[in-house]
């Protein structure tokens, strides 16, 4: 287990940098480091949370795991069955027949479908391309997947216009999910859809990952729903992670300035929740135009001379918890103070 | 705080701080029905809705798309296209103190209801006494005119007394009031140029520029980074605080409401189904929509992790409208013969909660 024979995705020092060109000879006059040396790991069967604000990479992140992006550099490996792939340098023909394993489910289920395809062409286009299935079986197999998602067979003939947004998010997952992959990349999947449809995809993306054994990268920002969905989360902040534990560690004992913030404004639905609000003060850095050492020193309220000039590494401060910031052991930080549930 | 003050006159009487005219209504809303007429036949977006804005108070409204939050707020300030929008029934009235009247006639109140939508005096009371904020700020300024001009045009247009190089600084400093940095620079800068908080300031900036009694804010911060969110919605309480302006905040987020309303309405496919004071509301919401939306959310702060509980369903289609209670197609407590028959009334179960739902109340919708 030790040795990560349980894992099944690696990411090692994953730079995706995007060239700034400037003027009519378009010369490259600088890059935005979306992704600036992020490492993590997801093991077989879990849900990695990956939470950060607008800009931080967070989403560029899945993008190059699924290889929607060429990563700048660093290595991206496959575990499965003793094999190993990675996944960074599979050229064209390989890529096409690797994606089999690992898929993407998009925010916005209005602009991800083609709206001049039926339900049935949508989910089955995949088994298509890839020359899985045809046919009757194809019809049968969409069907299936359909179903699982909470669809009707009804359905199958009709377009998307004439399904509501969460009806139209199930059709972008059984579409993800009819070729039968392993890992799921899933980029903000529910912050699009209305508050009552999103507790219903989250159930059952959780049902999906228990039947189908699916393991999921799940990119949102919101804290609430990542922290119901996923068994560690990450923090990334311009481009890189600043903080990774087990969600429940990483709620009750942040270690990193920026987690703590970020807690403390997730707006609660509790009137009576005293507000002891951590003002974060400024914006987020540009990632075109990163400050040095640290990224976060200039918003970080613990800042001390070392966090402008040296680069904290991420490193593990307790088994499972790891953090970048040059002060992870002597900080105070607060978490979230846990209330009885409401709940039975 | 709220609740004391609501249910305690004699509280107010024994000199509170809050002096008693802040419960006074600003604007009333009775029986408020937009429709929109189109080809497929008419869309009732807002079918009924009545509730009053209590001077120097924030009532928030919640509800998914659709519920007609936002055409609510958009037939307060006419906003409404037309055609195929009208306000086809109820009143919307401004109330006024003496001297608060911006033309010259004099009257307690306005039914804006009654305005013609491009007439001057509705063009007068818009970006004046009440004005708006909207989700998306970068859509709501001209791309086209530096933030400073944009601000200056609002001063100018409703204040008639004011130059050109007054309306200038005052832009100036109403930048440096929403907390933005160099006002005197970006006074002049574009839209484009501002990063998403700092428009939403921009933007709160505009919309205060000439100190509106009431304030409409068409979710503010939805588009934005919690983070960013965390600091437009303590801006704007403190901008509350400092200058006193009624708030009407919309938006889907049980968080954002919990944190910013003294009073909630909770809209379901254009009608009110629940409203009550915030406290109330959270900790004793009756209406099965209500709870349903409090169940599906979850709670960071929980400390034991469970299963959502979603309410069944969709939000249906607004020509398909279940008969009876619009609710009662995904109602846990669905009572058939009951709930499919009528449109249930908005009854008071507690003082100052009112539930539209037949399991507290026979009485029916008239």
């Known amino acids: 287990m030790a040795d990560g024979s349980d894992l099944l995705l690696e990411v090692n020092d994953l730079k995706m940098h995007f060239p700034i060109q400037k003027g009519v000879l378009r010369r490259t006059t600088g890059y935005v480091k979306a992704v600036d040396g992020v490492s993590l790991s997801i093991k077989k069967g879990e849900t990695l949370g990956l939470v950060g604000e607008s800009g931080c990479g967070k989403t560029t992140t899945g993008r190059c795991i699924v290889r929607v992006y060429q990563p700048t550099a660093g290595e991206i490996i496959y575990h499965d069955e003793g094999e190993s792939v990675h996944i960074d340098r599979l050229d064209r023909q390989e890529l096409k027949v690797f994606r089999r394993n690992m898929q993407m489910i998009f925010q916005d289920p209005f602009s991800s479908l083609n709206p001049r395809m039926t339900v049935l062409e949508l989910v089955g286009e995949p088994l298509l391309a890839h020359g899985i299935a045809r046919g009757q079986e194809l019809e049968d197999r969409v069907a299936e997947m359909v179903a699982a998602v909470g669809l009707r067979v009804e359905h199958l003939p009709r377009y998307p216009h004439s399904f509501s947004g969460g009806q139209r998010q199930r059709i972008g997952i059984a579409r993800a999910l009819v070729q039968g992959p392993r890992l799921v990349v899933c980029d903000e999947p529910v912050s699009a859809l209305d508050v009552s449809v999103q507790s219903q995809v989250v159930n059952l993306l959780q049902d999906l990952q228990k039947d189908l054994d699916l393991t999921y990268l799940f990119v949102a920002h919101d804290m609430s729903v990542v922290r119901q969905i996923s068994n560690r989360i990450a923090v990334m902040y311009v481009g890189k992670l600043v903080e990774v534990a087990e969600s429940e560690e990483l709620l009750r004992n942040p270690k990193h300035p920026y987690s703590e913030t970020l807690l403390s404004a997730v707006p609660r639905p509790n009137p009576h929740h005293a507000m002891q609000r951590l003002n974060l003060e400024g914006e987020p850095a540009d990632p075109a135009n990163a400050p040095s050492g640290c990224v976060f020193h200039p918003r970080c309220r613990y800042m001390e001379d070392v966090c402008t000039t040296d680069v904290p590494e991420l490193t593990e401060l307790r088994p499972g918890h790891h953090v970048a910031c040059h002060f992870a052991d002597q900080l105070e930080l607060q978490g979230i103070a846990y209330v009885e549930s409401g709940q039975s | ?366």
Do not use: W
């Open chain 2, 1 to 366: 705080m709220t609740r004391e003050t609501m249910s305690g006159d004699q509280i107010l009487a024994a000199g509170e701080t809050r002096p008693a005219m802040t419960e006074e209504a600003l604007l009333e809303i009775n029986n408020l029905k937009t429709h929109f007429h189109l080809q497929e036949g008419i869309v009732r977006a807002v079918d009924g809705v009545t509730f009053s804005v209590r001077r120097g108070r924030t009532l928030g409204i919640i509800g998914e798309s659709g519920c007609g939050k936002s055409v609510t707020a958009h037939s307060i300030l006419r906003l409404v296209p037309s055609p195929p929008g009208n306000i086809v029934d109820g009143e919307i009235l401004l109330h006024r103190r003496d001297g608060e009247q911006s033309g010259s006639r004099l009257e307690e109140h306005t039914d804006l209801a009654g305005l013609d939508a491009r007439g001057a005096e509705i063009r007068a009371i818009r970006g004046g006494e009440i004005s708006m904020v909207f989700q998306e700020p970068m859509t709501s300024f001209g791309p086209m005119h530096t933030i400073g001009n944009q601000i200056m045009e609002s001063i100018l247009l409703h204040q008639a007394d004011v130059e050109r190089a007054e309306a200038r600084e005052l832009a100036i400093e109403n930048l440096r009031r929403v907390g933005i940095p160099r006002p005197a620079q970006i006074v002049d800068a574009y839209p484009h140029q501002l990063s998403g908080g700092m428009r939403q300031r921009a933007m709160i900036a505009m919309a205060l520029s000439c100190s509106p009694r009431l304030l409409i804010a068409d979710e503010p911060t939805t588009a934005l980074d919690v983070t960013i969110q965390a600091q437009i919605l303590e801006l704007m309480t403190a901008l509350q605080e400092e200058f006193g302006m009624a708030i009407i905040f919309i938006t889907h987020n049980l968080g954002v409401i919990a944190e910013v309303a003294d009073e909630v309405a909770v809209m379901y496919l254009g009608r009110i189904v629940e409203q009550a004071d915030v406290i109330e509301l959270f900790d004793n919401a009756q209406h099965p929509y209500t709870q349903g939306l409090l169940n599906s959310i979850p709670h960071i702060d929980d400390d034991k992790l469970h299963r959502l509980r979603a309410i069944e369903g969709v939000v249906p289609d607004p020509y398909q409208i279940p008969s009876g209670c619009a609710f009662s197609d995904r109602c846990p407590s669905f009572m058939p013969g009951t709930c499919d028959r009528a449109m249930p009334g908005l009854a008071e179960t507690a003082r100052g909660h009112l539930v539209r739902c037949f399991l507290f109340s026979d009485a029916e919708e008239s």
